[in-house]
């Protein structure tokens, strides 16, 4: 990685333009960007309400998913149980991905967040 850095830095100081004032080197290391913006996450005007709609209907539909996909689960483990253990076991096996799923989309704002900071 810090041999890419010093090969970039080379070329963009090879530039000796507004380019190369881009790369400031840091003592006894590898360059590092000088200057680069790096604002908070902030919402459009007038978008956050329609936003915020939109993505409480996905969670609505992402549970309706998951209720649907532990009935369906269950379906196959009772109708399974009798002569049929692979049907059974495949009802048992999605239990675990539903939930996952699940899981997944109750911490979906919090895992996004903290890439946003």
């Keep these: 990685m810090s041999l890419v850095l ?6 963009i100081g090879a530039l000796r333009g ?5 790369l ?4 006894g290391g590898p360059p590092a960007l000088a200057g680069a913006p790096n604002p908070a996450p902030q919402a459009p005007p007038g978008l956050t309400r329609p936003v915020t709609t939109i993505i409480a209907w996905g969670k609505w539909g992402v549970l309706m998913c998951g209720v649907a996909g532990l009935l369906i689960c269950a379906g196959k483990m009772a109708i ?3 002569n ?4 059974a076991a495949d009802g048992a096996t999605g239990v675990p991905w539903v939930l996952g ?4 989309a109750a911490v979906a704002a919090a ?3 903290v890439f946003l900071r």
């Design 6 to 11: 010093h090969v970039l830095a080379l070329h």
């Design 18 to 22: 507004p380019a190369s004032r881009l």
């Design 24 to 27: 400031a080197t840091s003592p």
């Design 80 to 82: 399974g149980h009798r």
């Design 84 to 87: 049929r253990a692979t049907f």
């Design 101 to 104: 799923g699940l899981s997944l």
């Design 111 to 113: 895992i996004s967040s």
